[in-house]
């Protein structure tokens, strides 16, 4: 393993990209998405993955390079139409199905692993040998969950899981001769649950994290779908419809944790207990529900949450061009913007304002509560912040005013995805890789810019400090009385890359999902807590 | 210009949008750009910029790298390259596609010399580390 030296690295880069500005261009190449996996992790590991395949051809015997290597990133599988595809990523797919078509009332089904399987960015699948991948256990919340028999893949034994909740299983992975790392070197978790008497796909999340201790050397994978515990709805308009897939969070009062699911067109909570509660949306994506239930209403990809001081839940709804809001009782309204469509350019001062439910409002991706009670909302499409208050709409950031800074350049749309107060009523918000402040006097300052990080995507304030995420992870702490302090590489070191959503507690305390791999942590003083996890 | 955008954000189509974007606004600018070439170039790593992060939202999906080349060792160069984080994609492509000086990468994307410098020298690590 040696390092490539400059002229042969510059000289590879030149060709590449040659190769690529010259390649005939054909958009029937964009790969078609694979459902329920989220290819970034996949991205987002594969450093690891190297590292991993790095260790593994130092220590393992030559002869078996190649088999080991089939998980990492270089077999070919050869494919009825396609030239032999390098099967480069490492997603993994858990095929299970019950064993009996319709179970006696009360019974959970038997369900049987029937494969599981490889699928990389491309989509393409490459199915691991039999006897690689054993299903171990079974556990919910921690426990064993279900009675696990032998289950190697390819052999399809039964396995029992049942309906309800979500379980965990293990998977280990098989790799006999690697005795030098000790035990087995990896094993990989699903957390899931089967609805009765339905055949489903387990769509799996994270991969290969390479040999080590538990925290950073399990292959992990989510399966779908999750179900909320005491969802209280029927299945048709309560069940999670897919792998829960944190996104934007909000904190709620006595920690309820607040959890957008964007590409579910739900939002859950987390309660302090550690269980999960659907809040709203149905899972389709749509307009509807308003004045009933929440969990009966659609919603269309929400994104930033906020609560009120009521306790009310406010819901950026962003292909409703609506801001949404669950009241105490459950019942969801619409506050804010009338949905209409919205004009192909946007003047540069903002939409006009108005009465806020017949004022165009485009695409709001974030909210918080600020000064007076009134709600902030970041359009990402209008790059302006707008202010709810009273009823009205009024935007109180417009482009202009961030292209006054000369941090912005004219050429460039601000696209704000994040939006929060800090205690001393200064209005943080992201615009491209800088974080922004608007002061209670109306001036808007540069607050920090952390382009070689990644863009800044979501902030969040509570206590005293004011968090930012970018998209390589980064959290940037910033006490107010010093707003250049960063908490560095905390997040790498546990694994989240690229997160979506962060939420902050009154008594500082940040909250971020895991980017990649579905969890939720709480950072605290430096040190950071797993509030939930696929391997629980 | 197409071929840039395409570089950064690595779909052909997106690539013609964005460009075709950047022709109006020059349109739109003329008269008091200085220097025209320059303010396009400006304004197609500023467009792909915004995109690559719009999407981010928008879809919830990452852009894929699509396969465009045969050859294996190019195309894990490529996919290396896509996996940088945007500004150091932008600069390795200014620099070793469009051969443009760090001074010149620099006002491109209006940053310091020092910045385009840093920049590089971490793309480059990441680049020798996922490629080795």
């Known amino acids: ?536 | 210009m197409v071929r840039l955008a395409l570089l950064l954000v690595g779909s052909a189509e997106d690539a013609e949008e964005l460009v075709q974007e950047a022709f109006l606004r020059l349109a739109r600018a003329r008269g008091t750009l200085e220097n025209p070439p320059a303010y396009l170039r400006t304004t197609v790593v500023n467009l792909s910029r915004s995109h690559l992060r719009h999407l981010r939202v928008q879809r919830r999906q990452p852009p894929i790298p699509p396969r465009l080349i045969e050859n294996p060792e190019l195309d894990e160069t490529w996919g290396a390259i896509c996996h940088l984080p945007f500004r150091q994609r932008a600069v390795v492509v200014l620099r070793y596609y469009q051969d443009l000086s760090e001074a010149e990468i620099a006002r491109v994307l209006d940053c310091r010399p020092g910045t385009v410098k840093s920049n590089l020298h971490h793309a480059l690590a990441r680049l020798r580390k996922e490629l080795s």
């Open chain 1, 1 to 536: 393993m040696t390092s490539l030296d400059d002229d042969v690295l510059a000289r590879r880069l030149r060709e590449a990209l040659r190769a690529v500005a010259t390649s005939p261009i054909d958009p029937g190449q964009m790969p078609e998405m694979v459902q329920g996996v989220r290819p970034r992790v996949a991205r987002a590991v594969t450093p690891v993955v190297v590292a991993a395949a790095v260790l593994v051809v130092f220590f393992v015997p030559v002869p078996h390079v190649s088999l080991f290597e089939s998980l990492t990133n270089t077999t070919k599988v050869a494919t009825p139409t396609r030239q032999p595809v390098r099967c480069e990523s490492r997603w993994l797919r858990l095929s299970t199905w019950p064993a009996s078509p319709s179970p006696a009332a009360g019974q959970h089904p038997p369900t049987t692993v029937r494969e599981i399987v490889r699928v990389d960015s491309s989509g393409h699948t490459c199915t691991l040998p039999a006897g690689w991948l054993r299903l171990t256990s079974v556990r919910r919340q921690g426990t064993p969950f279900a009675a696990v028999e032998q289950a190697d893949v390819g052999q399809s034994r039964s396995v029992a899981l049942s309906p309800g909740g979500f379980a965990v299983a293990r998977v280990a992975l098989r790799v006999p001769w690697l005795i030098p790392f000790g035990n087995l070197c990896a094993s990989f978790t699903t957390i899931g649950m089967t609805p009765p008497g339905s055949r489903h796909n387990f769509s799996t999340g994270v991969p290969f994290a390479g040999c080590g201790d538990k925290s950073a050397g399990v292959l992990r994978a989510t399966v779908s779908p999750f179900r909320p515990i005491d969802s209280g709805v029927p299945h048709a308009s309560g069940t999670l419809v897919a792998d829960l897939q944190p996104g934007p969070m909000a904190l709620g009062p006595r920690g309820v944790l607040y959890i957008s699911e964007p590409s579910l067109n739900q939002v859950v909570a987390r309660l302090p207990n550690g269980s999960f509660k659907l809040i709203a949306g149905t899972g389709r994506a749509g307009y509807s529900g308003d004045g009933g239930p929440a969990l009966r209403a659609m919603l269309h990809q929400p994104e930033g949450l906020a609560v009120g001081p009521d306790g009310n839940l406010y819901i950026a709804d962003l292909r409703n061009n609506r801001v949404r809001e669950v009241l105490s009782n459950g019942t969801i309204v619409t506050v804010a913007g009338n949905g209409g469509k919205m004009p192909e350019t946007v003047p540069m001062d903002g939409l006009p304002n108005g009465p806020a439910l017949r004022t165009h409002l485009w695409s709001p991706s974030a909210v918080t509560i600020g000064r007076g009670g009134a709600l902030y909302i970041a359009a990402m499409n209008e790059n302006a912040i707008v202010e709810l208050k009273h009823g009205r709409l009024t935007t109180v950031v417009t482009a202009h005013d961030l292209q006054a800074l000369n941090r912005v350049d004219r050429t460039e749309v601000c696209d704000p995805t994040g939006v929060a107060f800090d205690k001393h009523g200064d209005l943080y918000f992201d615009c491209n890789s800088a974080l922004l402040m608007l002061t209670p006097v109306g001036s808007v300052v540069f607050r920090g810019n952390w382009e070689s990080s990644g863009f800044s995507s979501m902030c969040a304030a509570g206590g005293d400090e004011v968090a930012e995420m970018t998209t390589s992870g980064v959290v940037s702490l910033t006490p107010t009385s010093q707003r250049t302090e960063r908490l560095p590489s905390v997040l790498p070191s546990i694994g989240i890359l690229s997160p979506d959503g962060i939420a902050a507690g009154s008594d500082g305390t940040i909250y971020v999902d895991g980017g990649g791999p579905p969890a939720i942590f709480a950072l605290s003083e430096g040190r950071v807590t797993t509030l939930w996890a696929a391997d629980t």
